[in-house]
């Protein structure tokens, strides 16, 4: 039998996402250009369909999925709001932490023989690839602010 931990971990790092990414939407909402405010929202609209099909999952594996982020999400919001008041800059670097996070433990739980096929699909089809292309375009951001 699958031991749902790991899976009710992930969770929890997308809830934390969610979380992190609505800190950055309204702290820059006024202060970014188009392109980063569409990149902002759209994550976060991303961020929160993953933790809705990762909690789908939970519970049809008669899991009980989680509401919260833990103790990981408050430690996260913690460094955001460090992040935010030091500029742009930082909270992207921080969103990018979350992200590389998010996307080493994607590629670990694929690591897991154990996990169930319908878990391995959404993270090969739709988790992993969207955590990907959030790190790419946050490593533009980056270079474009950092330049």
Known sequence: MYNLQSTTSLLQNELSAVEIYQMALNKFRKETALGELDFLMSSFEEHKAAAGG???????LGGSSVQDSGAWGTWAKIIMTGANLLGKQAALKVLREGELT?????????QDHELPSEIRALIETKLLPAQQRHLRTLNSLLDAVMA
């Open 54 to 60: 990762l909690q789908g999952k939970i519970q049809q």
């Open 102 to 110: 998010g996307t080493e433990d994607y590629e670990k739980a694929l």
